[in-house]
């Protein structure tokens, strides 16, 4: 790796783990045991919303929408333990999950600094977020194989 592929992935570990210690992370991993892997991070956050912040999936993802602009495509995807948000760029995975009773949203945020989303790292991120969701199956990963774990 060059010194400054290097350098461009230390900042942008450094930028996700700032953002993370802003938002209130609850935990950050990060894969680094071979050397010549793909490094990705995974930034877990509650994002408490309660009272008039609390809002259903489809309005948070309008204002996140609003928020990010064309930087970033944002969907809605149906679950069976109900819906997320799917906050997506070049090299980003956000998934807001909304918890039940008006605590706000479990927040996945995904980096995948080299290769992007669009990859079969990216495609692991994916099934992580599935698998978070207790069923054996998701209808929107990409089509390379991948399901959730329970």
């Known amino acids: ?3 400054e592929a290097r350098q461009e992935l230390w900042t ?3 930028n996700t783990a700032e953002r993370g210690v802003a938002e209130g992370a609850l935990e950050l991993f990060l894969r680094t045991e071979a050397e010549s ?3 990705a991070t995974l930034l ?3 994002l408490p919303t309660r009272g008039a912040l609390d809002s259903p999936p489809e309005e948070f993802a309008q204002a996140v929408s609003a928020r990010r602009g064309s930087t970033a495509e944002v969907t809605v995807v149906p679950l069976p333990a ?3 948000v799917r906050v997506a760029t070049t090299t980003t995975l ?3 999950i909304h918890m039940p009773g008006g605590v706000g949203y479990l927040l996945l945020a995904f ?3 080299l290769s992007g989303i669009k990859s079969p790292m990216g495609d692991l991120c994916e099934a992580i977020a599935c698998s978070r969701e207790g069923h054996d199956s998701c209808t929107d990963l990409p089509q390379s194989g991948w399901r959730g774990m329970s």
């Open 37 to 39: 892997a793909t490094p």
């Open 111 to 113: 980096t995948v600094p």
């Open 12 to 14: 942008a570990l450094r």
């Open 82 to 84: 109900g819906d997320r």
């Open 94 to 96: 956000d998934l807001y």
């Open 1 to 3: 790796m060059s010194a």
């Open 44 to 46: 877990v956050s509650l």
